[in-house]
């Protein structure tokens, strides 16, 4: 892909692939998360790091043993810092979970350049007309650049300052779209 969008496919071994996904599959969801101000609200689970904006007093060390409480999670991210997050410190992690017909706004996660997020597809299976898509836009938001396909254990990896929005799923669908997050800042920068 361009750029700076990443797709790694077959991200965690088998046994850990299904462990996040039962871990994720649990209770303990909350309701009203959005994407956009005006968007609508979905279900969201919070791990570890800023909740509201960059600007909340956290420390990158309170942030990573925050997120030790959660171990299956933990090992995802110790994955990416072992690899494509190699001197990054994690900001925040969260999991969103979009019922049927819900969908994300339109967005940036980052007006930084050296902001970078993870998107984890946990699903065991996805088909094609569940939809769920994540698209790309340019700057002026007026033309799709990319659609990434939602794959059961892909990790997708790009530059928090390229707008992007999750699609709805269908309604025909039996479950939510759920989606393992973590953002990142560059070493030694600010949020």
């Not at 946990?122 to 088909?127: I, N, R, V």
């Not at 698209?135 to 059961?152: Q, W």
Request: with cysteine; aromatic share 10%.
């Amino acid at each position: 892909m361009s750029l700076g969008i990443q797709a790694i496919d077959n991200f965690l071994p088998a046994d850990e692939h299904q462990a996040v996904c039962a871990f994720l599959g649990e209770g303990g969801w909350s309701f009203g998360a959005y994407s956009k101000d005006d968007g609508a609200k979905y279900f969201y689970k919070h791990f570890a790091g800023f909740r509201k904006t960059g600007a909340e007093d956290r420390e990158p060390a309170q942030i990573e043993n925050e997120l030790k409480a959660h171990p299956v999670v933990h090992a995802v991210w110790s994955r990416l810092t072992q690899g494509p997050f190699a001197g990054h410190q994690l900001s925040r992690c969260y999991a969103n979970g979009m019922p049927p017909g819900t969908e994300g706004g339109l967005h940036l996660d980052s007006n930084v350049p050296d902001h970078l997020t993870a998107i984890y597809y946990p699903h065991m299976a996805w088909d094609a007309d569940l939809a769920g898509e994540t698209l790309f836009y340019n700057a002026t938001r007026d033309e799709v650049l990319a659609a990434v396909y939602p794959k059961p254990n892909r990790m997708l990896i790009f530059p928090g300052t390229i707008p992007h929005v999750a699609r709805p799923i269908s309604t025909r669908a039996r479950d939510m779209r759920i989606t393992l997050m973590f953002k990142t800042i560059g070493m030694g920068a600010a949020p």
